[in-house]
């Protein structure tokens, strides 16, 4: 199959492949291009996994055509993380969750792009909503990627799935202006492993017929689920390869490791039953900041709170959420992580009831320790219509909720720094350290004069 023109030719594909006789042409006889796609199995897998290629700094080189030769970050200052890397960037080291002062040390002359969720987050929905006129069984990873299930969808889009897939990254790249890979199987575990096969612009096959020989040569970190502490102890028991799990059963597996003996057992083996599922329930709502320096001292840890209960509250009421529990999230400054939670008497959209619960976490972990980042977060997600009932045991938390819908309906018409609360006039923002005189710690609002 030509992913140019989508032209399908020829048989099944001969075993010494297309330098072994005429029957199989190097180009596509249609339109000339290179890129065609052999595999036996091509007319009948269905599950794909799509990936777009770098896709921050994808954008911002769309977006700004002088960047296209030059290696791109996109990511925070000097003490956040690379949230991407182009491909140039790459060539140097760079990755993504990499310390972006080390990202500087590899690639000194990378040029660094903060950010745009926004944009972002419209461009990944315009391409979610092809990926969704393909087939309703859409499972999103993330805001560039997605498991798709294509069966029985060869009617609807006379072709095969490997074709509608073909099509789908084409007109992502000409209407978009973006490129992604495609990795099909017949399975997710599988199918997520060959979009990274061939990328950028890739799109790599496993089939049935070779996947447990393509497997078996695999270190064993190719299995979705083993990391760094994991693959040591591996190690440190002789399995280094996919291929040394296969000699035990999976009741030894689970008895050495645990539940993840299971899935160490099954994907060695190329079995994963998961379904592609189209609706992910959103497990949790949360907003982080990573400190240009370490702080170490409650009162500094405590000025970034309020803005980041402010910014959960606001993205649960968005999505007609309400959390009933509240998360806290720190990392020291040797990069250990530490989470506290608390359960909530009744589910909350308010960033006042969020904050009260995370201000008495927070202060618990401010021992003198140095933090690096924080974050918020809200989980055991329900509906809306359960959030902030009127409680006539809690007259006071009844007025707290009046306040703050109060206040919405305000920032609704005037916007989000129309009004505020006194706490706020001292909150650090992101990336900056507040100047002495910055101060505040009242409850009281304030509405600003426009």
Known sequence: MCRDCLEVFGGPPSEDGPASGSSEPVRCLQCQSPRLIRHPELDSLAIAHIDCDAFYASVEKRDRPELSDKPVIVGGGRRGVVSAACYVARMYGVHSAMPMFKALKAC??????????????????????????????????????????????????????????????????????????????????????????????????????????????????IIWGVGKSLRATLARDGISMVRHLLPFEKAELVARYGRIGQRLYHFARAEDDRSVISQGKTKSISSETTFNTDISTAKGLLEPLWPLCEKVARRLKRASLAGGSVQLKLKTAEFKLISRSRRLPAATQMAEEIYRVAEPLLRQEADGRAFRLIGVGAADLVADDEADLPDLLDPERNKRVKIEMAMDQVRSKLGNESIVKGRALGARPVERRPSADETGSADRPLLKKN
């Open 108 to 221: 000194p002359d990378a040029v660094v792009v903060r950010p745009d969720m926004a944009k972002y987050s419209a461009i990944g929905k315009e391409i979610r909503e092809r990926m969704n006129a393909l087939t309703p069984l859409v499972e999103p990873i993330s805001i560039d990627e997605a498991f798709l299930d294509l069966t029985g969808t060869e009617v609807l889009h006379h072709g095969w799935p490997a074709r509608s897939l073909a099509g789908l990254v084409r007109s992502i790249e000409s209407d978009i202006g973006l490129t992604a890979s495609i990795g099909l199987s017949f399975n997710k575990f599988l199918a997520k492993i060959a979009s990274d096969l061939d990328k950028p612009r890739g799109f790599a096959v496993i089939g049935r017929g070779e996947a447990r020989d393509f497997l078996a040569g695999q270190p064993v970190s």
